[in-house]
C-alpha cells in the first residue's frame, strides 16, 4: 500500500508523539517536532500482521536502495510487539533490529501491553540492541468531560469519560445538557444496573441523562433499555470499589449516545441526581490532572520483564503511554487519546533524535 497514511489512527498518533507540530488548544508539540519522518505501512488495510516487518527495517537501512547503507535512518520507532519474544538470534525480526543498530540506527521498541507477566516483553524489543520501552502514567488524563452544573461537589466538574464504542451508534456528537437521573432511583430496577425495564413506567426517564451502574448485562442493554424509558443519553460508571480504570464499552448497536466513567466518580455523581449536567461532545477534549493515578508509576497494562531465553532485563526504559493525547488521523487538526506501550515507544524515539541532531558524531556502543 505506497499511501502512508493509517487506517486506524494508531500510525498518525504515534508519529505525532515523536515529532508533531503543535495546535493550539488541540494538540500539544511532539518530543522532536519538525523531524524528518519516513511512514512505512507495515500492517496494510486492515491491519494485519507484523510479516513485513524485517522488509521495513531494511529499507529504513537503505531507503532508496542503492546498496551504499550511509544514507540509512537515524532513528527507528516500532509500535508494534509480538509477546513473549526471543531473545536468540533465530527470529528474523531480533535479526534485523540488530543488524540496522550495527550500522548506527538507533531502534526504539514498544514492549508490549500484556502486563504483569514474567518473560512477557515482546519482540522487537527483546533484541540485545533496542531500546524496548514500557509504559508509565504522567498524572494527567485527556478526554471529552461531564460537568454538573451549579454542583456544590467540587469533584464534579470535569469528569473525563470515555467514548464508547459499539458497532453503530452510542456517541456523544454535540454535546447534551440534561437533568442527570440515577437509574437506583427508579422503582424495579435491580441493583440499579437497568437490565430490564419490566414493571417500569414508560418515559420514566423521559428527557433524562440516565445513570447507570456496570454489570450483569450487557453494555447495550443497559443503553437500550435506558433509550426505550425515554433517555437522551447513558454515563456508566464502573461497579468496583477502587474500578477507577476507564473502559470502552462495547457490543451491539445503540440508538443513543453513551460513555463510561470511574467508580468513585459515578459515586459522586449520585450525589447531584436531579442537577443539570452537560456531557461534551466526543471530540472536545480536555487536559487534567489524574485523580485515580500517581505520576510515574508502571502502568497496569504495561508489560514487564525480565526477557524470555536469558532473563536479560527487558525493558530498558519507561516513558509516558497513559491517556497520551496527540494527532487523530484525518481530523485535520483535532486530537485522540490512546493508551499504550505503543504511545511510549515515540517518546523515547522523539528524544533519540533530539540527541543525534545535538550529538551528530556520538556512535552507538553496544
Given at each position: 500500500?505506497?499511501?502512508?497514511?493509517?487506517?486506524?489512527?494508531?500510525?498518525?498518533?504515534?508519529?505525532?508523539?515523536?515529532?508533531?507540530?503543535?495546535?493550539?488548544?488541540?494538540?500539544?508539540?511532539?518530543?522532536?517536532?519538525?523531524?524528518?519522518?519516513?511512514?512505512?505501512?507495515?500492517?496494510?488495510?486492515?491491519?494485519?500482521?507484523?510479516?513485513?516487518?524485517?522488509?521495513?527495517?531494511?529499507?529504513?537501512?537503505?531507503?532508496?536502495?542503492?546498496?551504499?547503507?550511509?544514507?540509512?535512518?537515524?532513528?527507528?520507532?516500532?509500535?508494534?510487539?509480538?509477546?513473549?519474544?526471543?531473545?536468540?538470534?533465530?527470529?528474523?525480526?531480533?535479526?534485523?533490529?540488530?543488524?540496522?543498530?550495527?550500522?548506527?540506527?538507533?531502534?526504539?521498541?514498544?514492549?508490549?501491553?500484556?502486563?504483569?507477566?514474567?518473560?512477557?516483553?515482546?519482540?522487537?524489543?527483546?533484541?540485545?540492541?533496542?531500546?524496548?520501552?514500557?509504559?508509565?502514567?504522567?498524572?494527567?488524563?485527556?478526554?471529552?468531560?461531564?460537568?454538573?452544573?451549579?454542583?456544590?461537589?467540587?469533584?464534579?466538574?470535569?469528569?473525563?469519560?470515555?467514548?464508547?464504542s459499539f458497532t453503530a451508534g452510542g456517541h456523544f456528537t454535540q454535546s447534551l445538557s440534561a437533568e442527570l437521573f440515577y437509574v437506583g432511583d427508579l422503582t424495579g430496577v435491580?441493583?440499579?444496573?437497568?437490565?430490564?425495564?419490566?414493571?417500569?413506567?414508560?418515559?420514566?426517564?423521559?428527557?433524562?441523562?440516565?445513570?447507570?451502574?456496570?454489570?450483569?448485562?450487557?453494555?447495550?442493554?443497559?443503553?437500550?433499555?435506558?433509550?426505550?424509558?425515554?433517555?437522551?443519553?447513558?454515563?456508566?460508571?464502573?461497579?468496583?470499589?477502587?474500578?477507577?480504570?476507564?473502559?470502552?464499552?462495547?457490543?451491539?448497536?445503540?440508538?443513543?449516545?453513551?460513555?463510561?466513567?470511574?467508580?468513585?466518580?459515578?459515586?459522586?455523581?449520585?450525589?447531584?441526581?436531579?442537577?443539570?449536567?452537560?456531557?461534551?461532545?466526543?471530540?472536545?477534549?480536555?487536559?487534567?490532572?489524574?485523580?485515580?493515578?500517581?505520576?510515574?508509576?508502571?502502568?497496569?497494562?504495561?508489560?514487564?520483564?525480565?526477557?524470555?531465553?536469558?532473563?536479560?532485563?527487558?525493558?530498558?526504559?519507561?516513558?509516558?503511554?497513559?491517556?497520551?493525547?496527540?494527532?487523530?488521523?484525518?481530523?485535520?487538526?483535532?486530537?485522540?487519546?490512546?493508551?499504550?506501550?505503543?504511545?511510549?515507544?515515540?517518546?523515547?524515539?522523539?528524544?533519540?533524535?533530539?540527541?543525534?541532531?545535538a550529538h551528530p558524531d556520538l556512535s552507538l556502543i553496544h
Amino acid at each position: 500500500d505506497d499511501d502512508p497514511l493509517d487506517g486506524d489512527g494508531h500510525g498518525t498518533h504515534v508519529a505525532s508523539i515523536a515529532a508533531g507540530f503543535e495546535v493550539a488548544g488541540s494538540v500539544g508539540e511532539g518530543v522532536a517536532p519538525g523531524v524528518e519522518l519516513y511512514a512505512l505501512k507495515v500492517f496494510g488495510e486492515p491491519a494485519g500482521s507484523t510479516n513485513l516487518t524485517v522488509s521495513a527495517i531494511e529499507w529504513a537501512m537503505d531507503p532508496n536502495g542503492d546498496g551504499d547503507l550511509s544514507d540509512h535512518v537515524d532513528v527507528i520507532n516500532l509500535s508494534l510487539v509480538s509477546d513473549f519474544g526471543p531473545a536468540s538470534e533465530v527470529d528474523p525480526v531480533i535479526i534485523a533490529t540488530n543488524n540496522a543498530s550495527k550500522i548506527g540506527i538507533v531502534v526504539v521498541a514498544a514492549a508490549g501491553n500484556a502486563g504483569d507477566t514474567k518473560y512477557v516483553t515482546g519482540s522487537p524489543g527483546s533484541a540485545d540492541t533496542a531500546i524496548s520501552v514500557a509504559a508509565s502514567t504522567s498524572g494527567y488524563i485527556s478526554g471529552p468531560t461531564i460537568d454538573v452544573i451549579g454542583s456544590s461537589i467540587v469533584t464534579n466538574t470535569n469528569i473525563i469519560y470515555e467514548p464508547s464504542s459499539f458497532t453503530a451508534g452510542g456517541h456523544f456528537t454535540q454535546s447534551l445538557s440534561a437533568e442527570l437521573f440515577y437509574v437506583g432511583d427508579l422503582t424495579g430496577v435491580s441493583d440499579d444496573e437497568l437490565c430490564a425495564t419490566d414493571g417500569l413506567t414508560a418515559g420514566a426517564l423521559s428527557g433524562k441523562l440516565a445513570l447507570i451502574q456496570r454489570g450483569t448485562c450487557s453494555f447495550h442493554d443497559k443503553v437500550n433499555n435506558a433509550a426505550d424509558l425515554g433517555a437522551l443519553g447513558v454515563i456508566v460508571f464502573n461497579n468496583e470499589e477502587g474500578g477507577n480504570i476507564l473502559i470502552p464499552m462495547g457490543g451491539d448497536e445503540v440508538i443513543i449516545p453513551a460513555g463510561f466513567i470511574a467508580h468513585d466518580d459515578g459515586i459522586s455523581l449520585i450525589k447531584d441526581a436531579g442537577e443539570i449536567a452537560t456531557v461534551s461532545e466526543e471530540d472536545d477534549l480536555t487536559t487534567i490532572p489524574d485523580r485515580y493515578s500517581v505520576a510515574d508509576t508502571i502502568a497496569e497494562f504495561s508489560s514487564r520483564g525480565p526477557r524470555g531465553y536469558d532473563t536479560i532485563l527487558k525493558p530498558d526504559v519507561t516513558a509516558p503511554g497513559v491517556s497520551i493525547l496527540a494527532a487523530e488521523m484525518g481530523s485535520g487538526t483535532n486530537g485522540v487519546v490512546y493508551s499504550g506501550t505503543s504511545m511510549s515507544s515515540p517518546h523515547v524515539a522523539g528524544v533519540a533524535a533530539l540527541v543525534r541532531n545535538a550529538h551528530p558524531d556520538l556512535s552507538l556502543i553496544h
